[in-house]
């Protein structure tokens, strides 16, 4: 087994790691929101939070989307199994769409119900979308399906991260781990 030396650079690690954090706690959060009997003052807080945090995000994936297009990732093992390889391929590339996919129809959501995204609105950026219901309850499903997709594609991405980590010990996760200065 070969060991991999080479590891991301550190804008990458920076930016996944701040991805992850926030998208970990994006899940919770709307997960929660939309129960019913919560306290109103909660909700409202996890609304805002989840809303404006998603805003954040997108700005975020547009910089790694631009920033992986510009710098290739560090090579994997020459000995990896390539159904392996393929499925790292495949998750990462599921990731970023579903991360691309979720602020997009979270924004569709709100605005084509003419809710508020607080920080936008600070901003002065109006709404873009037309008043809708029907397209704000098609956005709304997109982003329900899309969010048990990124749960699962993630709890797989973490389960191989673990297994390199803890039982190959082969490296790739020193590639991302830690976010170096």
Not at 72 to 79: A, C, E, I, M
């Amino acid at each position: 087994m070969s060991l991999i030396t080479e590891g991301y650079r550190s804008p990458a690690r920076w930016l996944h790691w701040i991805t992850a954090v926030l998208v970990l706690l994006m899940i919770p959060a709307g997960l929660i929101m939309v129960q019913q009997g919560l306290p109103r003052p909660l909700q409202d807080t996890l609304f805002i939070f989840h809303k404006n945090t998603g805003v954040i995000l997108f700005l975020l994936i547009v910089l790694r989307l631009i920033y992986r297009w510009r710098h290739k990732p560090p090579p994997l093992p020459d000995d990896m199994p390539v159904w392996q390889s393929q499925a790292a391929g495949l998750t990462h590339l599921a990731l970023y769409a579903l991360l691309v996919l979720m602020p997009v129809s979270g924004y569709i959501r709100v605005r084509a119900d003419h809710f508020p995204i607080e920080g936008l609105d600070a901003l002065g950026m109006g709404t873009l979308m037309p008043k809708s219901e029907i397209l704000a309850a098609t956005a709304q499903a997109v982003h329900v399906i899309c969010a048990f997709l990124l749960i699962a594609i993630l709890a797989l991405h973490i389960a191989a991260a673990l297994q390199h980590a803890l039982l190959r010990r082969d490296g790739i996760w020193s590639r991302m781990w830690p976010p170096n200065g």
